[in-house]
């Protein structure tokens, strides 16, 4: 394929990199430097776009693809409280995106069993759940997009919970939640790539089940296989959806 970048910070570069690694070409590169230039006619040659931008860029680069009738995928979070128009617009016209809050094997594989454990454990009311996060101080959201699908894969299998809260280390705002609301806490410790662990915590014992990223690796090689799999197919998905876990 030849691919367009939208975004060129670590995650592009690592994406660019495992791209060439399997055989495509990354044909123009945006960024903060000359996206307010480029236009529609820009990327006639492309066959395919990748986005790890900034939550505002997204929204403008989703608008552009669209416009320019070109697939594309979306890594960046931040911007999802616009996640319904953005599958309308997709769907009317026609278009193609792939979205998700992680692209990580190892993290689908998570989110997977992540529902399976809040099922199994919704019977017993002794243990609360909280969900903690803990990424590199260079992340612009909070809570993480992954912990946000990790929430809502509980939620979606809890009699108790309702809606998640987030606290952010370090904010100076103490947050307590009521007893239907499910905790994300974030943290943001230098260069950590992400961590995520879900808590099930009772007066007797404590159950943790963790994600860590080694590197950002596995996320930008993720991105490239996500492309792949978008190329040919017209509507609007979600990253779990190249995946099936119920054979």
């Given amino acids: 394929m030849k691919i367009v970048l939208l975004g060129y910070g670590k995650m592009g570069q690592l994406i660019e990199r495992f791209a060439m690694k399997r055989g495509h070409e990354v044909v123009l590169i945006v960024d903060e430097s000359n996206r307010s230039s480029i236009t529609s006619e820009d990327l006639e040659d492309a066959d395919m776009a990748i986005d790890f931008s900034t939550p505002d860029a997204a929204l403008e680069n989703i608008s552009l693809c669209f416009e320019s009738d070109l697939p594309l995928v979306v890594g960046t979070t931040g911007w999802y409280e616009h996640l319904e128009e953005v599958k309308e617009t997709c769907l009317d016209a026609d278009q193609s995106l792939l979205y998700g809050s992680n692209f990580s094997i190892g993290v689908n594989i998570f989110f997977h069993i992540n529902k399976m454990l809040a099922k199994a454990m919704d019977p017993y009311k002794q243990y609360d759940v909280q969900v903690e996060e803990i990424h590199h101080i260079h992340k612009l959201d909070a809570p993480s997009g992954t912990a946000i699908t ?87 998905y979600q990253v779990t959806e190249m995946f099936d876990f119920n054979k």
């Avoid at 939640?177 to 808590?199: F, N, Q, Y």
């Fill in 150 to 236: 990790i929430a809502e894969g509980i939620l979606e299998n809890s009699d108790d919970k309702k809606s998640w809260v987030n606290s952010v280390e370090g904010s100076g705002e103490e947050v307590i939640p009521k007893a239907d609301e499910l905790l994300i806490e974030s943290l943001r410790i230098e260069e950590v790539p992400g961590t995520h662990t879900v808590l099930y915590s009772s007066e007797v014992d404590q159950i943790e089940f963790k994600h860590t990223a080694h590197s950002r690796e596995g996320f930008a090689l993720g991105a490239v296989i996500a492309a792949e799999w978008l190329f040919g197919k017209k509507g609007f």
